[in-house]
């Protein structure tokens, strides 16, 4: 229909007609085809409301594709001109504290965090609620990566209590709260993420929204490789390729790759792991760019190339100063190429700022027990042979208290013995310290 007014020169129903392509081709998660139908709107001769929804697809669109600057293209435009809470308000919003939280600098981020605290007195009319719910959930999440998680735990109660009128009767509203939950307890509770996963995936199913419901699968998959079950987190997560969900996107390529490196497939691991740099590198995308490589140092380190591990490690984690949330396994890995080439003393000290400062792993949970191994294996290096004995004691006792809130007898036991650093975290309490990952 909008290429039929566009040649009768219509141009004013054929913006109209491309905003309504846009917005189906956005639900669907094909970032592509929505962000061609917008600039051909934009092309138009559309109304200022009409004008302002396609401004927020295209931020949205950026967004989504983890480009952030891009991502708030129109935000002070959206924000002046659109009615404050309307849908289009809140697109505004969400994308400029993206942006500001996640490339900000402190200044900027303080700004950000006291904005997110008015945000809360903002009202949702109806018709505005599942995107709004998409926005707090945006929002949550990128604070969430700052490592500021009270204010995420704030946010998310907001989100709480802007769906829970309609969860019964509005499942895309719904799932964007599950999604919310599940994003937020993936950084401690990987089981609890999982069935949060599981209920937005079906939620977003019902109501035939299939962006939500593949970004319900990815976190699943996230979650099932956190949890011990490689081959189902793959085929979850395999399921979701083609579909930008930034920041999920460069991580679901990583979770693949640490999949391949796992079962022992390190050259094609190190393959896909220099294509995840090469498609960030260079494009103002520094989060993406840091955790891509963190993600090659680990692979190089599992195939005994510890000094351009360590390297690669290094650039990865001076790109990380504002996502926090990834920063820590990537200084945890640093500290692995640290202690693989002898340098135990650096290590140590490596893994205590991570064990003393480093709060949550997100997706990357399993770190959590490999930092412990290190500081015990870089204690045994330096002939410390009690307090490596402790270390150990204590990241036994660590894991096994993670593994208390798996309510699931067999994630239970698949989280102990399945992932590779639980597992070899109980095997040295059994046989001690005799050799290194």
């Not at 490789?225 to 460069?250: H, I, K, M, N």
Request: charged letters at 25%; one cysteine or more; hydrophobic letters at 45%.
């Amino acid at each position: 229909m909008a290429e039929h007014y566009e040649l009768g020169k219509d141009t004013a129903r054929a913006g109209h007609f491309f905003l309504r392509a846009a917005l189906h081709a956005n639900r669907r998660g094909d970032g592509d085809v929505s962000l061609a139908h917008v600039q051909r709107g934009l092309r138009c001769d559309v109304t200022e409301d009409v004008r302002l929804q396609l401004y927020a697809i295209h931020d949205e669109g950026h967004t989504w594709r983890g480009d952030f600057r891009a991502g708030s293209t129109y935000s002070e435009e959206i924000l002046r001109l659109a009615p404050r809470g309307s849908p289009v308000w809140w697109c505004g919003v969400a994308n400029k504290v993206c942006r500001d939280m996640i490339l900000g600098t402190p200044e900027e981020e303080a700004d950000t965090l006291r904005l997110v605290e008015q945000l809360g007195h903002v009202a949702a009319p109806p018709e505005a609620i599942d995107m709004a719910a998409l926005y707090w959930l945006g929002i949550m999440d990128a604070i969430r990566l700052r490592c500021r998680f009270e204010a995420a735990e704030r946010a998310l109660a907001h989100l709480d209590a802007l769906v829970e009128p309609v969860a019964a009767t509005d499942p895309v509203s719904r799932g964007w709260r599950d999604l919310g939950h599940a994003c937020f307890d993936g950084s401690t509770h990987p089981f609890s993420a999982l069935r949060w996963a599981r209920a937005a995936e079906q939620s977003f199913k019902e109501a035939g929204h299939l962006r939500g419901a593949l970004f319900g699968r990815l976190l699943a998959g996230i979650n099932l490789r956190l949890l011990g079950r490689p081959d189902e987190a793959e085929q979850a997560l395999c399921a979701t390729l083609g579909t930008d969900f930034a920041p999920y996107s460069v991580v679901r390529t990583a979770c693949l790759t640490e999949i391949l490196a796992g079962r022992g497939a390190l050259d094609e691991a190190e393959r896909q792991a220099e294509l995840l740099v090469a498609s960030v590198a260079g494009k103002d995308r520094p989060m993406d760019e840091g955790l891509a490589r963190w993600v090659l140092a680990d692979v190089l380190l599992r195939q005994g190339i510890s000094e351009r591990a360590e390297a690669e490690a290094r650039s990865g984690c001076a790109l990380l100063t504002n996502v926090t949330l990834y920063l820590w396994p990537g200084l945890v890995v640093l500290a692995a190429a640290q202690l693989a080439q002898g340098h135990a003393a650096e290590a140590l000290a490596t893994a205590r700022h991570v064990i003393q400062h480093g709060r949550a792993f997100s997706v990357f949970a399993s770190k959590a027990a490999l930092v412990r191994l290190i500081e015990a294996e870089s204690l045994h290096a330096l002939g410390e042979h009690a307090a490596a004995a402790a270390a150990l004691d204590n990241a036994r006792r660590h894991l096994l208290a993670r593994a208390d809130q798996i309510d699931d007898p067999d994630l239970r036991q698949s989280f102990l013995e399945g992932v590779p650093e639980h597992a070899r975290t109980l095997a040295l309490t059994r046989e001690g310290l005799t050799s290194r990952r």
